[in-house]
């Protein structure tokens, strides 16, 4: 009989902090991500949110409003943070207009453990999951349907004539690359979508994939055996006996 007041039990600490989780919304333009990214962060005052640096011209403040999302710089100091390899990445999407991420706030933000929410076409989301591929986490954005997104790209007003021609054309080119994406979620109501963002958040804390810590700490601990009934005192092994096969029974065994 083992006295198990003897045995050498571990002192594990179940509880674990996920670290630094990048959520980004992707998806077509128009589908309501930076509407969405607002609401959610009013809810949720520590969840962060990194303003792109742009060479873009601010919008007149009826047709949207853009404070805390964007610093707007001239070209020359643009291509200065570039060559200082300031960005985590920066994209030039049309003729005179940059935009960059800056990469010294995703590395304090990992350093900190604080969650940030990023608002990105799919292009852009794959290509920061490759620079943070474990802090990242996807979430594809659409409206409930295609002819609602054209609607919304029609009536937000921010493009005209051909340019608005180019984000109808990218839109679609954009729905290709939904299975890159972790979830998938239709923004069809304001206050319902921003519930299921923040259920995506918990769930996301919970998730092995963001605990490592407490994955490998516990692999440590257990011992390495087949999968098969508790054997905690080690002798299912040593009781296999050719005495206990009932096939060694008088008679013999039926072939």
Partial sequence: MVDSSTSSVPDID?????????????????????????RWRQECSDLGYVANITTRKPRPQHRADES???QFVSRGEFRRLVEAKAFAQWVNPSEGKYYGTPIAPLEAAIAEGRDLVFDYTPQLYINLRRQFREQVVGIFIVPPTFSELLRRLHGRGTETGEELYIKEQMA????????????????????????????????????????????????????????????????????????????????????
């Fill in 14 to 38: 179940f509880r674990a902090n996920p670290g630094a989780t990048f959520y980004v919304l992707s998806g077509p333009g128009g589908t309501g991500k930076t509407t969405l990214i607002k």
């Fill in 68 to 70: 805390g999302l964007y």
């Fill in 172 to 255: 679609l080119q954009d729905l290709g690359y939904i299975d890159e994406h972790h979830y998938h979620v239709v923004n069809d109501d304001l206050e319902g979508t921003v519930s299921t963002l923040k259920a995506i958040r918990v769930a996301e804390r919970h998730s092995l994939q963001r605990i490592g810590r407490i994955r490998e700490l516990c692999r440590s601990h257990s011992p390495r055996t087949m999968m098969f009934y508790y054997d905690a005192l080690g002798t299912r092994v040593t009781n296999i006996s050719p005495n206990n096969d009932p096939r060694s029974s008088a008679g013999g065994a039926r072939q």
